[in-house]
């Protein structure tokens, strides 16, 4: 099967981290390509990075759906596009965030998320009340670094991870950690190690339930609100999505 793993931001060094933890745990026979947009923000930390990235999302599941791709991953913590996305395709389309809090559930009764900057926590408070997983976790932490610090200062930004992960462990009432960043899918074993916990990572989960869907022959329905977008013209910049 194929699996595209979509990076939302347009660094390029973050799509080869994201795509290289993503190989490492598919199962033979799962081939794996990571993308990311041509044009969009060059990484995702507020509500306006997340509306303009999800365009360039949505384009890259409509290249995906000419090449035949079997499932997709959203590989940012907000999840952007997503059920956009699943109005394209028949395949199986994950956010890395729902694939986390899902994960999570099944190994834990109480988690809570560290992710990059306190201003995303809203987002991430957002997409649990979304998805039904509100009580099952206990916090959304920060560990205060700028998503791009993940490439850039990863020593450091490892260190304020680990030490906001200690507290939660400490401090939470929790059997899980999630980590709230698609640039954290390389950190996952050290923080695990480090922490003494389980840490669920979006992306790693994210591409083994995609596995799961499609060995069970399982996509997104079109029955409903997930159908394909009525045809309609568009205009200006996006004229070429009228041949939908
Ligand atoms: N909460 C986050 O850090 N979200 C993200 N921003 C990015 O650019 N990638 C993410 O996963």
Redesign the pocket.
Request: net charge negative.
């Given at each position: 099967m194929h699996i595209r793993v979509i990076?939302?931001?347009t660094?390029a060094g973050?799509t080869a981290t994201i795509g290289e933890a993503a190989r490492r745990i598919a199962a033979p026979g799962t081939h794996i390509s990571a993308t990311q947009p041509d044009a969009g923000?060059v990484?995702?930390?507020s509500h306006f990075?997340e509306a303009i990235s999800a365009v360039g999302v949505l384009e890259e599941v409509l290249a995906g759906e000419r090449e035949g791709v079997d499932a997709y991953v959203i590989?940012?913590?907000?999840d952007p596009g997503l059920m956009a996305a699943r109005e394209l395709t028949r395949a199986p389309v994950l956010g890395?965030a729902e694939a986390a809090f899902h994960m999570a559930s099944l190994i834990s009764t109480r988690f809570s998320i560290v992710?990059?900057?306190g201003r995303?926590g809203i987002?991430?408070e957002h997409l649990l009340e979304q998805y039904g997983f509100r009580h099952h976790c206990r916090r959304v932490r920060a560990a205060e670094i700028p998503?791009l610090d993940l490439e850039e200062n990863g020593d450091a930004a490892l260190s304020r991870l680990i030490g906001e992960c200690r507290r939660a462990r400490d401090e939470d009432g929790i059997g899980a950690i999630v980590l709230?960043?698609?640039?954290m899918a390389d950190l996952t074993d050290e923080i695990a190690r480090e922490v003494g916990l389980p840490v669920v990572e979006g992306v790693t989960a994210a591409v083994k339930l995609t596995e799961a869907l499609v060995g069970l022959g399982l996509g997104t329905s079109k029955h409903g609100d997930l159908a394909f977008p009525r045809p309609k013209a568009f205009t200006g910049r996006f004229a070429h999505l009228s041949e939908l």
């Open positions: 990076n939302p931001n660094t973050m923000p990484s995702i930390e990075d590989a940012c913590f907000g890395i992710t990059t900057l995303t987002i991430a998503v709230g960043c698609g640039g």
